[in-house]
C-alpha cells in the first residue's frame, strides 16, 4: 500500500472507530430504493462522513457518498456478486459520479427527483451516468433511482463472459463504455478502502434511531419502542402508528408477532449469514401482523405467512389505484404467492411510499415504492367495520 492509501485508510478507519453504535441504521437495499425515512445528522451508518471540528469531512466522502458506496457494496453481495465484480462496481461509480446521485442539466425533470447535485454530461444521470435516452425506455423513475442503477451495473456485469476473472477497471469499461477508458482503474485505491471499511458493518444492528429532521423540519425518527399508548385516528392510521413505534428496528427473518419484536429464526441461507437468528426484530410479515393486532385492539390476529394474509378474508382486495394509507401491499407474481409485504405510508413529495421492514441486514424504514417497480402489487385492507370511533388499546 502507497503512503497516500494508506493515510486515505487510516481516515477511515479513524471514523469507524468513533461511531456510536446507538446511531447506526442501515440503509442498503436490493429491492427496495435505499431512501429511508430518517438519517442519522451527524454520522452515517458506517460511521464515516463524521466531520471533524473544522467541519472537513473525514475520508474526503461526505455521508450521502459513503452511504450510496455501502449501498453498491450491499446489493452485490446480496446478489452474490464476487470481491472483484463489486471492486469494479465501486470504481465505476467513484468514476462516474464520486459516489453521488446525479440530476442533470440537460434533463429538467431529473431535478424533481431526491439527488446530490447536477451533472451536465449529455443526458447522463445517477451514479453511474447512465444515459436517458439509451436506458429504461427514458424512465426518470428508475434511472433515478441509486438502487435501480447499482442493479442495472451488476445486471450487466453478469451479462460478460467471463466477468467474474475479469480486471475490475475492464469490467467497468465494459459495463459503461465509457470515452476515457482508464479512468476506473484511477479510483481502485479509493474503492478498495471504502468497501474495506463498510464491509464489517453491514450487518450491524439498528440499536436505535436518531434525530433527524423531515419534512418541513418538524419531522423526527421515532426511538424503536418508544411509543406504546393508545392508538386513534382511522384504521389506516392505526395501523401505521403501531408500525412506526419500530422505525429503525432490525430485520430478523421469521421475527415479530402480535405483542412486538421477537428473535429471528435460522434460514439456511441469507439471513443466517446477516446472522439475523441472534437479532431481535421483525420479518415484513411479522411487522404487519403486529401493525394490524395492534390497530384492532387484538381483534384481528393474522398469520406470519405472506400468503396467509393476503388470503385472509378479513383482508378487502382493494384495486392498487384505489390504496389508502395503512392498506397492506403484498408483492409477488400472486397475492398468496407473494415474497414481500409493507404497509401503504401515502404521499411524500409526491412519491408513494412503503412502511416496511425490508429484508435482511436493514431496518424498519420507510421507503418509496417505486423501488418495487415492476413486481405484482396486490392490496388488502383490513379492519373495515371496527369502531374507530374510540383509541385502540395497546397490548404492549
Known sequence: ????????????????????????????????????????????????????????TLAGLNEKQLTLAANGVAIGKQRGETESVILSQSMAMATESTYRNLSNTNVPASASYPNDG???????????????????GGDLTKLMDPVWQINWF?????????????????LAQAVERSGVPDAYATKRTLAENVIAAVTPRLGDL???????????????????????????????????????????????????????????????????????????????????????YQASGGTIELGHYTGNQASDPRGQVIALDQKQPGDLIYFGASAEGSHHVGIYYGKRNGRDMLLNAPQSGQTVAVQPLSGWSGEGMYVRRFGVGIDTTRPAPTNQ
Open 1 to 56: 500500500m502507497n503512503e497516500a492509501s494508506g493515510a486515505a485508510g487510516k481516515a477511515i478507519a479513524t471514523a469507524l472507530a468513533a461511531v456510536i453504535l446507538a446511531t447506526i441504521t442501515l440503509v442498503a437495499v436490493l429491492s427496495g430504493s435505499g431512501v429511508t425515512d430518517c438519517a442519522p445528522t451527524t454520522t452515517n451508518q458506517y460511521g464515516m462522513g463524521v466531520t471533524d471540528a473544522g467541519g472537513a
Open 118 to 136: 447536477a451533472g451536465s454530461d449529455h443526458d447522463s444521470v445517477g451514479p453511474h451516468q447512465i444515459r436517458v435516452s439509451m436506458h429504461a
Open 154 to 170: 451488476y445486471d450487466t456485469a453478469d451479462s460478460i463472459g467471463g466477468h467474474d476473472t475479469m480486471d475490475p477497471a475492464a
Open 206 to 292: 439498528a440499536i436505535g434511531a436518531s434525530s433527524a429532521a423531515g419534512e418541513g423540519g418538524t419531522e423526527s425518527c421515532e426511538t424503536p419502542g418508544g411509543d406504546t399508548g393508545p392508538l386513534d385516528g382511522s384504521f389506516g392510521q392505526r395501523v401505521i402508528a403501531a408500525a412506526m413505534r419500530w422505525i429503525g428496528t432490525p430485520y430478523a427473518w421469521g421475527g415479530g408477532n402480535k405483542d412486538g419484536p421477537t428473535k429471528g429464526i435460522h434460514d439456511g441461507g441469507v439471513a443466517d449469514s446477516f446472522g439475523d437468528y441472534n437479532k431481535v426484530g421483525f420479518d415484513c410479515s411479522g411487522l404487519t401482523l403486529y401493525a394490524v
